[in-house]
């Protein structure tokens, strides 16, 4: 028999909420592994004062109850009153998730991060060392749980995006872990709805109206051309997965790859209705993003500046190119102030963000100047930079970020937009 590569994914179950409930004895002792329901009703929510108190993560008894994600915490008290909410800690969930990690790094030959709770791995069979991709699988997610106490779902298929659909199979499988052997995935994969395609978002929708299909097996006999006239490049992705084809490649050095963009976002602690409060926000996100490139030594042609309105809804998203690449604020603030003035229509601003894209490396080029010395410039920027790595980014700042919009100081004591 030839040997063939099985990849699996594992999602940990409720990850920032299943440490929290880990983290505490007096729930931990009494949690089962193939039990959700001995877990407390607990949620992981952001700061009540501060960020309207949404909910983070949320255990499977709190979701049975009717609590979900980025609901509103008084939302989520009303449909569960004993609701337990703890503030999220980022660096502890960052620190069991590399050791998580790790675990599964050492278990098999390969192994790829794709998220703080989420990992591929892949390995051979048939061979001695894994005669038996399932029992191998199971033991890994008692392993992960007599030692971190987090519950895992595992999915196993030929490739990495089959495996990521058979991981949600294994979500409402008994015993977490489900297998899609090469001559089944088809059989498995056609019957699910196409809303239950991985990647998709919003192009389901588009499957749906455009082609009628309600399978992932109806998005598999739409000819191919027909998908990429209305999709785009997407469209042969889209028919390759329906399919049951993924190409995606390996990549241990995945998380040290050169950047394709760089972004940042944050939710205010208010709507803000004012112009020159959201402008302290956007030049506070705009130096984060512009430093992280510096440091990376690229610099991007496109900047962008998108908004989302009060109540987290509505907003926009534009972006624009500029001539030279750059990384450097007072080069890119303006493009950025000249895109929020043509399309907010001053509507109060709960969630600004700032991107970067279109990179090269930063010593690709450097566009001299007649009225600016840019090499000193340069060098300005590279004194900022190494004070922040020793002594934070809060050693120097702008002085509009002392102004009551500022949000830099508080953003200097969290990991991820939160509390460490």
Same mark, same amino acid.
Request: aromatic letters at 8%; hydrophobic letters at 40%; charged letters at 25%.
């Given at each position: 028999?030839?040997?063939? #590569?099985?990849?699996?994914?594992?999602?940990?179950?409720?990850?920032?909420?299943?440490?929290?409930?880990?983290?505490?004895?007096?729930?931990?002792?009494?949690?089962? $592994?193939?039990?959700? %329901?001995?877990?407390?009703?607990?949620?992981?929510?952001?700061?009540?004062?501060?960020?309207?108190?949404?909910?983070?993560?949320?255990?499977?008894?709190?979701?049975?109850?009717?609590?979900?994600?980025?609901?509103?915490?008084?939302?989520?008290?009303?449909?569960?009153?004993?609701?337990?909410?703890?503030?999220?800690?980022?660096? $502890?969930?960052?620190?069991?998730?590399?050791?998580? %990690?790790?675990?599964?790094?050492?278990?098999?030959?390969?192994?790829?991060?794709?998220?703080?709770? /989420?990992?591929?791995?892949?390995?051979?069979?048939?061979?001695?060392?894994?005669?038996?991709?399932?029992?191998?699988?199971?033991?890994?997610?008692?392993?992960?749980?007599?030692?971190?106490?987090?519950?895992?779902?595992?999915?196993?298929?030929?490739?990495?995006?089959?495996?990521?659909?058979?991981?949600?199979?294994?979500?409402?499988?008994?015993?977490?872990?489900?297998?899609?052997?090469?001559?089944?995935?088809?059989?498995?994969?056609?019957? $699910?709805?196409?809303?239950?395609? #991985?990647?998709?978002?919003?192009?389901?929708?588009?499957?749906? /109206?455009?082609?009628?299909?309600?399978?992932?097996?109806?998005?598999?006999?739409?000819?191919?051309?027909?998908?990429?006239?209305?999709?785009?490049?997407?469209?042969?992705?889209?028919?390759? #997965?329906?399919?049951?084809?993924?190409?995606?490649?390996?990549?241990?050095?995945?998380?040290?790859?050169?950047?394709?963009?760089?972004?940042?976002?944050?939710?205010?602690?208010?709507?803000?209705?004012?112009?020159?409060?959201?402008?302290?926000?956007?030049?506070?996100?705009?130096?984060?993003?512009?430093?992280?490139?510096?440091?990376?030594?690229?610099?991007?042609?496109?900047?962008?500046?998108?908004?989302?309105?009060?109540?987290?809804?509505?907003?926009?998203?534009?972006?624009?190119?500029?001539?030279?690449?750059?990384?450097?604020?007072?080069?890119?603030?303006?493009?950025?102030?000249?895109?929020?003035?043509?399309?907010?229509?001053?509507?109060?601003?709960?969630?600004?963000?700032?991107?970067?894209?279109?990179?090269?490396?930063?010593?690709?080029?450097?566009? $001299?100047?007649?009225?600016?010395?840019?090499?000193?410039?340069?060098?300005? #920027?590279?004194?900022?930079?190494?004070?922040?790595?020793?002594?934070?980014?809060?050693?120097?700042?702008?002085?509009?970020?002392?102004?009551?919009?500022?949000?830099?100081? /508080?953003?200097?004591?969290?990991?991820?937009?939160?509390?460490?």
């Amino acid at each position: 028999m030839a040997i063939e #590569w099985i990849v699996g994914h594992i999602d940990m179950q409720s990850f920032y909420a299943s440490v929290e409930i880990a983290s505490n004895s007096r729930w931990a002792d009494r949690r089962q $592994l193939e039990v959700d %329901h001995t877990d407390p009703p607990l949620a992981v929510t952001g700061d009540p004062k501060r960020r309207s108190g949404i909910v983070l993560a949320a255990s499977p008894t709190a979701k049975h109850a009717g609590v979900d994600t980025a609901m509103r915490l008084g939302e989520a008290l009303k449909v569960c009153p004993r609701l337990i909410t703890v503030r999220p800690r980022m660096q $502890l969930y960052l620190d069991v998730s590399v050791r998580i %990690h790790e675990t599964v790094r050492m278990t098999f030959p390969l192994y790829e991060p794709f998220s703080v709770d /989420e990992c591929f791995f892949a390995l051979p069979w048939p061979s001695e060392l894994f005669p038996d991709p399932v029992a191998v699988a199971r033991e890994l997610r008692e392993r992960i749980w007599d030692q971190f106490r987090i519950r895992c779902r595992i999915g196993l298929a030929p490739n990495k995006w089959c495996a990521k659909m058979a991981n949600k199979r294994a979500k409402k499988t008994p015993g977490g872990v489900v297998w899609w052997p090469k001559d089944r995935v088809l059989d498995e994969l056609h019957p $699910l709805p196409v809303t239950e395609m #991985w990647g998709l978002r919003r192009r389901a929708e588009v499957l749906q /109206e455009r082609f009628g299909c309600q399978t992932i097996g109806d998005v598999a006999r739409v000819p191919v051309g027909r998908l990429r006239a209305v999709c785009g490049v997407w469209g042969e992705v889209i028919h390759r #997965w329906a399919n049951g084809i993924d190409y995606s490649d390996f990549n241990p050095d995945t998380m040290r790859v050169p950047h394709q963009g760089f972004s940042n976002r944050m939710t205010l602690p208010r709507d803000y209705y004012e112009r020159r409060d959201v402008m302290v926000v956007l030049l506070e996100l705009l130096d984060e993003v512009c430093e992280r490139a510096r440091r990376a030594g690229q610099a991007g042609r496109r900047v962008g500046i998108g908004m989302t309105y009060e109540g987290l809804t509505g907003g926009f998203y534009r972006a624009k190119t500029i001539p030279q690449p750059s990384n450097r604020p007072e080069e890119l603030y303006p493009t950025l102030v000249a895109l929020l003035d043509r399309h907010w229509d001053g509507s109060g601003v709960r969630a600004v963000s700032v991107s970067l894209d279109m990179l090269m490396q930063d010593t690709t080029a450097i566009q $001299l100047s007649l009225l600016e010395d840019v090499p000193r410039r340069k060098r300005y #920027w590279q004194a900022v930079d190494a004070v922040h790595s020793r002594f934070g980014e809060t050693a120097v700042m702008r002085a509009s970020s002392l102004l009551p919009a500022g949000q830099i100081r /508080e953003r200097s004591q969290k990991i991820g937009g939160h509390w460490a």
